[in-house]
Protein backbone atom coordinates (compact mmCIF):
# COMPACT_ATOMS: atom_id res chain seq x y z
CA UNK A 1 0.00 0.00 0.00
CA UNK A 2 1.49 3.45 -0.82
CA UNK A 3 1.03 6.17 1.30
CA UNK A 4 0.41 9.41 0.24
CA UNK A 5 0.07 12.82 1.53
CA UNK A 6 -0.99 15.83 0.03
CA UNK A 7 0.11 19.52 0.48
CA UNK A 8 -3.28 21.90 -0.25
CA UNK A 9 -5.28 18.94 0.13
CA UNK A 10 -8.19 20.90 1.06
CA UNK A 11 -7.80 23.14 -2.48
CA UNK A 12 -9.83 22.39 -5.69
CA UNK A 13 -6.89 19.92 -7.11
CA UNK A 14 -6.30 18.35 -3.48
CA UNK A 15 -9.79 17.67 -3.18
CA UNK A 16 -10.31 15.82 -6.15
CA UNK A 17 -6.87 14.06 -5.96
CA UNK A 18 -7.71 12.84 -2.50
CA UNK A 19 -11.34 11.53 -3.31
CA UNK A 20 -10.02 9.86 -6.49
CA UNK A 21 -7.31 8.15 -4.27
CA UNK A 22 -10.35 7.07 -2.06
CA UNK A 23 -11.48 4.95 -4.87
CA UNK A 24 -8.54 2.61 -4.57
CA UNK A 25 -8.41 1.86 -0.82
CA UNK A 26 -6.58 -1.22 -1.52
CA UNK A 27 -3.81 0.41 -3.57
CA UNK A 28 -3.35 3.86 -1.22
CA UNK A 29 -3.70 5.32 2.06
CA UNK A 30 -4.61 8.64 2.49
CA UNK A 31 -2.06 10.20 5.10
CA UNK A 32 -4.36 13.91 6.07
CA UNK A 33 -2.87 16.95 5.81
CA UNK A 34 -3.98 20.73 6.86
CA UNK A 35 -3.03 23.82 5.70
CA UNK A 36 -1.73 24.83 9.25
CA UNK A 37 0.69 21.87 9.67
CA UNK A 38 3.06 24.96 7.60
CA UNK A 39 2.58 26.47 11.22
CA UNK A 40 3.87 23.40 13.40
CA UNK A 41 6.92 22.38 12.42
CA UNK A 42 6.50 19.47 14.22
CA UNK A 43 3.34 18.32 12.83
CA UNK A 44 5.01 18.83 9.02
CA UNK A 45 8.02 16.80 10.17
CA UNK A 46 5.18 13.93 11.51
CA UNK A 47 3.13 14.30 8.36
CA UNK A 48 6.93 13.64 6.07
CA UNK A 49 8.09 11.33 7.66
CA UNK A 50 4.11 9.08 7.27
CA UNK A 51 4.47 9.42 3.24
CA UNK A 52 6.14 7.30 0.42
CA UNK A 53 4.51 10.04 -1.90
CA UNK A 54 4.12 13.95 -1.54
CA UNK A 55 1.79 15.58 -4.17
CA UNK A 56 2.71 19.15 -2.99
CA UNK A 57 -0.37 21.67 -4.17
CA UNK A 58 -0.03 24.45 -1.49
CA UNK A 59 0.53 27.17 -2.87
CA UNK A 60 -1.00 31.03 -3.40
CA UNK A 61 -2.23 31.66 -6.80
CA UNK A 62 -3.39 35.71 -6.46
CA UNK A 63 -2.99 38.54 -4.03
CA UNK A 64 -2.85 42.12 -4.79
CA UNK A 65 0.87 42.01 -3.85
CA UNK A 66 2.79 39.87 -6.16
CA UNK A 67 5.76 39.67 -4.13
CA UNK A 68 3.87 38.05 -1.21
CA UNK A 69 2.18 35.25 -3.91
CA UNK A 70 6.17 34.62 -5.08
CA UNK A 71 7.77 34.74 -1.16
CA UNK A 72 4.97 32.40 0.08
CA UNK A 73 5.40 29.92 -2.90
CA UNK A 74 9.09 29.81 -2.08
CA UNK A 75 8.75 29.70 1.48
CA UNK A 76 6.58 26.67 1.55
CA UNK A 77 8.93 24.54 -0.79
CA UNK A 78 11.43 25.50 1.63
CA UNK A 79 9.67 24.28 4.48
CA UNK A 80 8.91 21.38 2.83
CA UNK A 81 12.81 20.43 1.93
CA UNK A 82 13.46 21.36 5.87
CA UNK A 83 11.36 18.86 7.04
CA UNK A 84 12.44 15.86 4.72
CA UNK A 85 16.14 17.24 5.98
CA UNK A 86 14.78 17.05 9.66
CA UNK A 87 13.68 13.71 9.36
CA UNK A 88 16.02 12.21 7.33
CA UNK A 89 13.00 11.01 5.33
CA UNK A 90 13.12 10.89 1.37
CA UNK A 91 9.41 10.12 -0.05
CA UNK A 92 8.57 10.88 -3.31
CA UNK A 93 7.71 14.55 -3.86
CA UNK A 94 5.87 15.47 -7.00
CA UNK A 95 5.19 19.02 -7.60
CA UNK A 96 2.68 20.92 -9.28
CA UNK A 97 4.06 23.82 -11.37
CA UNK A 98 2.68 25.78 -14.57
CA UNK A 99 2.87 27.02 -17.97
CA UNK A 100 3.23 30.67 -16.30
CA UNK A 101 7.02 29.46 -15.98
CA UNK A 102 7.55 30.75 -19.11
CA UNK A 103 6.16 34.33 -18.38
CA UNK A 104 7.43 37.21 -16.40
CA UNK A 105 5.49 37.70 -13.63
CA UNK A 106 6.27 36.44 -9.93
CA UNK A 107 4.07 33.28 -9.69
CA UNK A 108 5.62 31.96 -12.91
CA UNK A 109 9.13 33.16 -11.06
CA UNK A 110 7.68 31.13 -7.87
CA UNK A 111 6.77 28.12 -9.81
CA UNK A 112 9.69 27.78 -11.67
CA UNK A 113 12.05 28.18 -8.63
CA UNK A 114 10.57 25.83 -6.44
CA UNK A 115 10.85 23.10 -8.97
CA UNK A 116 14.35 23.48 -9.31
CA UNK A 117 14.64 23.97 -5.44
CA UNK A 118 12.82 20.78 -4.93
CA UNK A 119 15.30 19.22 -7.95
CA UNK A 120 17.88 20.22 -6.15
CA UNK A 121 17.45 18.36 -3.28
CA UNK A 122 15.84 14.88 -4.91
CA UNK A 123 19.90 14.92 -6.38
CA UNK A 124 22.18 15.98 -3.59
CA UNK A 125 20.09 13.47 -1.14
CA UNK A 126 19.37 10.68 -3.21
CA UNK A 127 15.30 11.70 -3.30
CA UNK A 128 13.21 11.49 -5.70
CA UNK A 129 11.56 14.32 -7.48
CA UNK A 130 8.60 14.36 -10.39
CA UNK A 131 7.89 18.16 -11.03
CA UNK A 132 4.89 18.61 -13.68
CA UNK A 133 4.52 21.51 -15.36
CA UNK A 134 0.80 21.88 -16.17
CA UNK A 135 -1.33 23.90 -18.37
CA UNK A 136 -5.26 25.58 -16.92
CA UNK A 137 -6.74 23.14 -15.17
CA UNK A 138 -10.44 22.83 -14.60
CA UNK A 139 -13.34 21.01 -12.93
CA UNK A 140 -16.20 21.36 -10.72
CA UNK A 141 -15.35 22.93 -7.22
CA UNK A 142 -12.89 25.22 -8.58
CA UNK A 143 -12.95 28.85 -7.22
CA UNK A 144 -14.61 31.53 -9.20
CA UNK A 145 -12.27 34.30 -10.11
CA UNK A 146 -9.15 32.05 -8.11
CA UNK A 147 -8.66 28.78 -10.07
CA UNK A 148 -9.63 29.46 -13.59
CA UNK A 149 -11.58 31.61 -15.99
CA UNK A 150 -13.46 28.35 -16.65
CA UNK A 151 -14.88 28.48 -12.90
CA UNK A 152 -15.63 32.04 -13.01
CA UNK A 153 -17.60 32.26 -16.38
CA UNK A 154 -19.60 28.72 -15.02
CA UNK A 155 -20.55 30.78 -11.15
CA UNK A 156 -21.35 33.68 -12.77
CA UNK A 157 -23.45 31.99 -15.71
CA UNK A 158 -25.34 29.91 -12.88
CA UNK A 159 -26.40 33.13 -10.52
CA UNK A 160 -27.40 35.24 -13.42
CA UNK A 161 -24.51 37.73 -13.77
CA UNK A 162 -23.01 39.19 -16.85
CA UNK A 163 -19.47 37.83 -17.36
CA UNK A 164 -16.89 39.98 -18.94
CA UNK A 165 -14.10 39.47 -21.38
CA UNK A 166 -11.04 41.40 -20.48
CA UNK A 167 -9.02 39.89 -22.81
CA UNK A 168 -9.62 36.92 -26.04
CA UNK A 169 -7.18 34.67 -26.34
CA UNK A 170 -6.64 31.08 -26.79
CA UNK A 171 -6.64 28.91 -23.57
CA UNK A 172 -5.22 24.96 -23.59
CA UNK A 173 -6.96 23.32 -20.78
CA UNK A 174 -6.45 19.55 -19.14
CA UNK A 175 -9.38 18.52 -16.76
CA UNK A 176 -9.19 18.08 -13.52
CA UNK A 177 -9.74 14.32 -13.64
CA UNK A 178 -7.35 13.93 -17.03
CA UNK A 179 -4.74 15.39 -14.80
CA UNK A 180 -5.67 13.08 -11.75
CA UNK A 181 -4.91 10.30 -13.76
CA UNK A 182 -1.66 11.54 -14.82
CA UNK A 183 -0.80 11.94 -10.79
CA UNK A 184 -1.15 8.89 -10.12
CA UNK A 185 -0.14 6.79 -12.94
CA UNK A 186 3.29 8.67 -11.98
CA UNK A 187 3.21 7.67 -8.09
CA UNK A 188 2.57 3.91 -9.17
CA UNK A 189 5.10 4.29 -11.38
CA UNK A 190 7.33 5.13 -9.34
CA UNK A 191 6.19 2.94 -6.77
CA UNK A 192 6.69 0.37 -8.80
CA UNK A 193 10.42 0.74 -9.44
CA UNK A 194 13.08 -0.44 -7.58
CA UNK A 195 15.35 1.97 -7.52
CA UNK A 196 14.28 5.66 -7.29
CA UNK A 197 17.32 7.36 -5.43
CA UNK A 198 18.77 10.56 -7.10
CA UNK A 199 16.12 11.18 -9.85
CA UNK A 200 14.41 14.41 -10.54
CA UNK A 201 12.37 14.63 -13.85
CA UNK A 202 10.45 17.19 -15.40
CA UNK A 203 7.18 16.12 -17.03
CA UNK A 204 5.10 18.14 -19.34
CA UNK A 205 1.61 17.45 -19.09
CA UNK A 206 -0.40 17.85 -22.53
CA UNK A 207 -3.47 20.04 -22.98
CA UNK A 208 -6.25 17.76 -24.03
CA UNK A 209 -8.95 21.15 -25.35
CA UNK A 210 -7.98 24.31 -26.62
CA UNK A 211 -10.68 27.12 -26.80
CA UNK A 212 -10.73 30.91 -27.43
CA UNK A 213 -11.80 32.42 -24.28
CA UNK A 214 -15.01 34.21 -26.13
CA UNK A 215 -15.53 30.73 -27.69
CA UNK A 216 -15.83 29.04 -24.16
CA UNK A 217 -18.51 31.56 -22.96
CA UNK A 218 -20.50 31.49 -26.21
CA UNK A 219 -20.76 27.53 -25.48
CA UNK A 220 -21.22 27.85 -21.39
CA UNK A 221 -24.30 30.82 -22.32
CA UNK A 222 -25.60 27.88 -24.51
CA UNK A 223 -25.41 25.52 -21.63
CA UNK A 224 -27.38 27.77 -19.66
CA UNK A 225 -30.43 28.62 -22.19
CA UNK A 226 -30.58 24.67 -22.91
CA UNK A 227 -30.18 23.64 -19.47
CA UNK A 228 -31.38 26.23 -17.46
CA UNK A 229 -34.67 27.41 -19.24
CA UNK A 230 -35.53 24.19 -20.52
CA UNK A 231 -33.61 21.47 -18.57
CA UNK A 232 -32.65 20.21 -21.95
CA UNK A 233 -29.19 17.92 -22.20
CA UNK A 234 -26.89 19.29 -24.37
CA UNK A 235 -24.33 17.83 -27.01
CA UNK A 236 -22.50 15.34 -24.16
CA UNK A 237 -20.49 13.04 -26.95
CA UNK A 238 -17.44 15.15 -27.09
CA UNK A 239 -15.62 14.12 -23.61
CA UNK A 240 -14.36 18.20 -23.67
CA UNK A 241 -18.22 19.33 -24.06
CA UNK A 242 -19.31 16.27 -21.46
CA UNK A 243 -16.12 17.70 -19.04
CA UNK A 244 -17.20 21.73 -19.49
CA UNK A 245 -21.35 20.73 -18.65
CA UNK A 246 -20.41 18.34 -15.52
CA UNK A 247 -18.35 21.47 -14.17
CA UNK A 248 -20.95 23.78 -15.31
CA UNK A 249 -23.85 22.12 -13.09
CA UNK A 250 -22.08 22.07 -10.20
CA UNK A 251 -22.22 25.73 -9.68
CA UNK A 252 -25.91 25.67 -9.48
CA UNK A 253 -27.51 26.40 -6.43
CA UNK A 254 -29.23 22.61 -6.41
CA UNK A 255 -31.20 23.37 -3.32
CA UNK A 256 -33.09 26.12 -5.22
CA UNK A 257 -32.98 24.76 -8.30
CA UNK A 258 -34.54 21.61 -8.18
CA UNK A 259 -36.70 19.61 -8.25
CA UNK A 260 -37.40 20.98 -12.18
CA UNK A 261 -41.02 20.76 -13.20
CA UNK A 262 -41.77 18.99 -16.48
CA UNK A 263 -43.71 20.25 -18.83
CA UNK A 264 -47.00 17.84 -19.46
CA UNK A 265 -50.11 18.15 -21.74
CA UNK A 266 -53.45 17.14 -20.05
CA UNK A 267 -56.32 16.10 -23.01
CA UNK A 268 -59.13 13.51 -22.69
CA UNK A 269 -57.05 10.32 -23.19
CA UNK A 270 -54.84 11.40 -20.11
CA UNK A 271 -51.48 12.91 -19.26
CA UNK A 272 -48.37 12.92 -21.58
CA UNK A 273 -45.29 14.41 -19.76
CA UNK A 274 -41.86 15.26 -21.71
CA UNK A 275 -39.15 13.45 -19.42
CA UNK A 276 -36.07 14.78 -21.09
CA UNK A 277 -35.36 16.32 -24.11
CA UNK A 278 -31.60 15.41 -25.31
CA UNK A 279 -28.70 16.97 -28.03
CA UNK A 280 -26.76 13.43 -27.29
CA UNK A 281 -27.82 10.08 -26.74
CA UNK A 282 -26.82 7.73 -23.15
CA UNK A 283 -29.32 4.79 -21.21
CA UNK A 284 -32.79 5.70 -20.24
CA UNK A 285 -34.39 3.26 -18.04
CA UNK A 286 -37.27 3.15 -15.38
CA UNK A 287 -37.78 1.63 -11.94
CA UNK A 288 -40.56 0.39 -9.75
CA UNK A 289 -39.68 1.11 -5.90
CA UNK A 290 -42.11 -0.16 -3.30
CA UNK A 291 -42.84 1.83 -0.10
CA UNK A 292 -40.08 2.41 2.45
CA UNK A 293 -37.29 1.29 0.00
CA UNK A 294 -34.12 3.22 -1.05
CA UNK A 295 -32.77 2.91 -4.30
CA UNK A 296 -29.04 3.90 -5.01
CA UNK A 297 -26.43 5.53 -2.01
CA UNK A 298 -23.74 5.54 -5.18
CA UNK A 299 -21.86 8.63 -6.80
CA UNK A 300 -19.97 8.93 -10.39
CA UNK A 301 -17.15 10.57 -11.70
CA UNK A 302 -18.21 10.99 -15.21
CA UNK A 303 -21.60 10.33 -16.23
CA UNK A 304 -24.28 12.74 -15.86
CA UNK A 305 -27.75 11.36 -14.69
CA UNK A 306 -31.55 12.10 -13.98
CA UNK A 307 -34.42 10.64 -12.35
CA UNK A 308 -37.64 11.82 -13.30
CA UNK A 309 -40.69 10.91 -11.04
CA UNK A 310 -43.85 10.17 -12.90
CA UNK A 311 -45.69 8.37 -10.62
CA UNK A 312 -46.10 7.90 -6.09
CA UNK A 313 -44.10 10.15 -3.86
CA UNK A 314 -40.00 10.28 -3.33
CA UNK A 315 -37.48 11.68 -1.63
CA UNK A 316 -33.95 12.09 -3.24
CA UNK A 317 -31.23 12.95 -1.33
CA UNK A 318 -27.51 14.34 -2.35
CA UNK A 319 -24.19 14.89 -0.68
CA UNK A 320 -21.12 16.12 -1.85
CA UNK A 321 -18.04 13.29 -1.23
CA UNK A 322 -15.94 14.49 1.11
CA UNK A 323 -19.15 16.81 2.96
CA UNK A 324 -21.68 16.52 5.51
CA UNK A 325 -24.40 18.68 3.71
CA UNK A 326 -27.44 16.86 2.66
CA UNK A 327 -29.75 18.37 0.02
CA UNK A 328 -33.19 16.06 0.14
CA UNK A 329 -36.16 16.89 -2.16
CA UNK A 330 -39.29 15.55 -2.11
CA UNK A 331 -40.89 14.44 -5.38
CA UNK A 332 -44.73 14.18 -6.66
CA UNK A 333 -45.87 11.82 -9.30
CA UNK A 334 -49.03 14.12 -9.70
CA UNK A 335 -46.19 16.89 -10.44
CA UNK A 336 -43.79 15.20 -12.44
CA UNK A 337 -40.27 16.63 -11.58
CA UNK A 338 -36.96 15.74 -12.43
CA UNK A 339 -33.43 16.08 -10.39
CA UNK A 340 -30.15 15.71 -11.98
CA UNK A 341 -27.36 14.45 -10.30
CA UNK A 342 -23.97 16.19 -10.21
CA UNK A 343 -20.72 13.87 -10.33
CA UNK A 344 -18.88 13.19 -7.10
CA UNK A 345 -22.36 13.46 -5.03
CA UNK A 346 -23.59 10.10 -3.89
CA UNK A 347 -27.44 10.04 -3.86
CA UNK A 348 -30.42 7.82 -3.40
CA UNK A 349 -34.10 7.47 -4.16
CA UNK A 350 -36.82 6.56 -0.94
CA UNK A 351 -40.21 5.84 -1.38
CA UNK A 352 -41.94 7.94 0.82
CA UNK A 353 -45.56 7.18 0.02
CA UNK A 354 -48.31 4.45 0.21
CA UNK A 355 -47.79 3.40 -3.29
CA UNK A 356 -45.01 1.87 -5.98
CA UNK A 357 -42.95 4.90 -6.99
CA UNK A 358 -42.17 4.93 -10.78
CA UNK A 359 -39.53 6.69 -11.66
CA UNK A 360 -37.58 7.42 -14.93
CA UNK A 361 -33.87 7.53 -15.12
CA UNK A 362 -31.55 8.87 -17.99
CA UNK A 363 -27.73 8.65 -17.62
CA UNK A 364 -25.32 10.50 -20.13
CA UNK A 365 -23.58 6.70 -21.31
CA UNK A 366 -24.65 2.98 -21.74
CA UNK A 367 -23.63 0.95 -19.24
CA UNK A 368 -20.68 -0.78 -19.45
CA UNK A 369 -18.98 -3.11 -16.78
CA UNK A 370 -15.91 -2.88 -18.14
CA UNK A 371 -15.18 1.01 -17.63
CA UNK A 372 -17.68 1.67 -15.28
CA UNK A 373 -17.23 5.07 -12.71
CA UNK A 374 -19.95 4.00 -10.27
CA UNK A 375 -18.58 4.03 -6.09
CA UNK A 376 -21.07 3.42 -3.60
CA UNK A 377 -20.97 5.21 -0.62
CA UNK A 378 -24.58 5.83 1.75
CA UNK A 379 -25.57 9.34 1.64
Known amino acids: MIKVGITGQAGFIGTHLYNTLGLFPEEFKRIPFEDNFFDDENRLNEFVKSCDSIVHLAAMNRHEN ?17 ACENTKARPHILFSSSTQEERDNLYGKSKREGRKLL ?68 IRAMSDSDDYSGIADEVYVNHTAEISVSNLLKQLTEYK ?86 KGKA ?41 DVYTIFWISEHYDAKNADTFFEVV
Open 119 to 186: SDWALENNGCFTGFIIPNVFGPFGLPFYNSVVATFCHQLSHNEAPKIDVDGNLKLIYVSELINEIIEH
Open 225 to 310: ELYFENGIMPDLTNPFNRNLFNTFVCYIDHASFFPFNLKFHTDNRGVFVETIKLNSGGQVSFSTTKPGITRGNHFHTRKAERFAVI
Open 66 to 82: PDIIYETNIRLVKQLIA
Open 315 to 355: RIELRRIGTNKILSFELDGSQPSFVDMPIWFTHNITNIGDE
